[in-house]
């Protein structure tokens, strides 16, 4: 049972998904590049302001609702997913994107993240992966790499970073992306793809924060990452192959990186994992054609009936 998006008849200029609000993330941040995508995405995909809804956790990333010209809910320092989920439940007609940073969905964030992947909620979720938290200034993210400075880890992090790729697969998530905020055609690409995909889309956008990080900067990224699917063919239905390249997404970091299989020092980008389950709201829908009792309040007092002492 397909739920249809809202969609306009005709397309809208991208510039129209854009509120009128100045962004004030710092010049040449990564996530300007995002709120590009966003709007080309929704242009392409004829997404109706109106019927759109964009949801966000707290950090700088977090800020994105604000600049756009849609519902936006910016919510609290990681329950992004969790307020996407009400608006899920309440609205299925209306497309929801969760536009929140690394640390906001994979440290605080962490614990609603893998069930509504695994429900399968039909929602976009982007993390714009700067590889630290900026809103505070510089402290390491779930993400950072190993022997990153923050501003807390004068001597280097001592922790591995996290896979978010392999953990998303893992998870149950149905649609599973990686993609660069210095390629705009790219990022608006899988942004579309991840949109038109019915059941949790997990993109995950490298977007560098000129600002604090020296080192997961445009310039480390320039003439280092690979298109999985145009340059290695790889075919994102192929479960065994997405595992292996994801388990291998972040080899970049190791000083050994050359050397070893299949991406040879590059980063991956593209879609790594995609297929086809029934949707959370699909099922809502179904056991509410299945179960139509005359009196729905009958059915909630014999539950409450039940716990009566
Ligand atoms: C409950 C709670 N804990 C901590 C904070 C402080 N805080 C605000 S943003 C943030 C981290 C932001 O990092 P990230 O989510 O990666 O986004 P970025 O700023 O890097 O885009 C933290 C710890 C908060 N606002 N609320
Ligand atoms: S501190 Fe970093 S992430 Fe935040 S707005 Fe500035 S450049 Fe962007």
Same mark, same amino acid.
């Given at each position: 049972? @397909?739920?249809?998006?809202?969609?306009?008849?005709?397309?809208?200029?991208?510039?129209? &998904?854009?509120?009128?609000?100045?962004?004030?993330?710092?010049?040449?941040?990564?996530?300007?590049?995002?709120?590009?995508?966003?709007? /080309?995405?929704?242009?392409?995909?004829?997404? @109706?302001?109106?019927?759109?809804?964009?949801?966000?956790?707290?950090?700088?990333?977090?800020?994105?609702?604000?600049?756009?010209?849609?519902?936006?809910?910016?919510?609290?320092?990681?329950?992004? =997913?969790?307020?996407?989920?009400?608006? /899920?439940?309440?609205?299925?007609?209306?497309?929801?994107?969760?536009?929140?940073?690394?640390? @906001?969905?994979?440290?605080?964030?962490?614990?609603?993240?893998?069930?509504?992947?695994?429900?399968?909620?039909?929602?976009? =979720?982007?993390?714009?992966?700067?590889?630290?938290?900026?809103?505070?200034?510089?402290?390491?993210?779930?993400?950072?790499?190993?022997? &990153?400075?923050?501003?807390?880890?004068?001597?280097?992090?001592?922790?591995?970073?996290?896979? =978010?790729?392999?953990?998303?697969?893992?998870?149950?998530?149905?649609?599973?992306?990686?993609?660069?905020?210095?390629?705009?055609?790219?990022?608006?690409?899988?942004?579309?793809?991840?949109?038109?995909?019915?059941?949790?889309?997990?993109?995950?956008?490298?977007?560098?924060?000129?600002?604090?990080?020296?080192?997961?900067?445009?310039?480390?990224?320039?003439?280092?990452?690979?298109?999985?699917?145009?340059?290695?063919?790889?075919?994102?239905?192929?479960?065994?192959?997405?595992?292996?390249?994801?388990?291998?997404?972040?080899?970049?970091?190791?000083?050994?990186?050359?050397?070893?299989?299949?991406?040879?020092?590059?980063?991956?980008?593209?879609?790594? &994992?995609?297929? /086809?389950?029934?949707?959370?709201?699909?099922?809502?829908?179904?056991?509410?054609?299945?179960?139509?009792?005359?009196?729905?309040?009958t059915v909630w007092d014999e539950i409450l009936n039940k716990y009566k002492p």
């Amino acid at each position: 049972m @397909d739920i249809q998006f809202v969609r306009l008849e005709e397309k809208l200029p991208p510039r129209e &998904y854009k509120s009128d609000l100045e962004p004030t993330w710092c010049p040449g941040c990564g996530d300007f590049g995002v709120v590009t995508a966003l709007t /080309r995405a929704f242009s392409e995909e004829k997404l @109706d302001p109106s019927a759109l809804s964009l949801v966000s956790g707290i950090g700088c990333s977090s800020r994105l609702p604000l600049w756009m010209n849609a519902f936006g809910l910016h919510s609290c320092h990681g329950r992004a =997913v969790p307020a996407a989920v009400g608006v /899920r439940l309440a609205k299925p007609e209306i497309p929801t994107i969760v536009t929140a940073g690394d640390g @906001d969905l994979f440290s605080i964030g962490m614990e609603h993240f893998p069930h509504a992947a695994r429900k399968n909620f039909n929602m976009v =979720v982007i993390s714009m992966d700067n590889r630290m938290y900026a809103l505070t200034k510089n402290q390491v993210s779930p993400t950072s790499r190993k022997g &990153y400075k923050g501003s807390l880890t004068p001597y280097g992090n001592i922790d591995e970073p996290f896979n =978010v790729l392999a953990f998303s697969i893992a998870s149950g998530a149905t649609f599973v992306a990686q993609t660069y905020a210095g390629n705009p055609k790219h990022m608006t690409e899988i942004i579309e793809k991840a949109i038109e995909h019915p059941g949790f889309a997990f993109v995950n956008i490298l977007s560098p924060c000129p600002t604090y990080n020296k080192i997961d900067t445009f310039k480390y990224y320039k003439g280092r990452l690979i298109d999985i699917n145009n340059e290695l063919g790889h075919d994102p239905s192929d479960k065994e192959k997405a595992n292996y390249y994801a388990e291998h997404a972040l080899d970049a970091d190791n000083p050994d990186a050359e050397n070893l299989e299949p991406f040879h020092g590059k980063v991956p980008i593209g879609v790594f &994992y995609q297929t /086809r389950k029934e949707t959370f709201e699909e099922k809502v829908a179904k056991l509410k054609e299945q179960y139509k009792p005359e009196n729905p309040d009958t059915v909630w007092d014999e539950i409450l009936n039940k716990y009566k002492p």
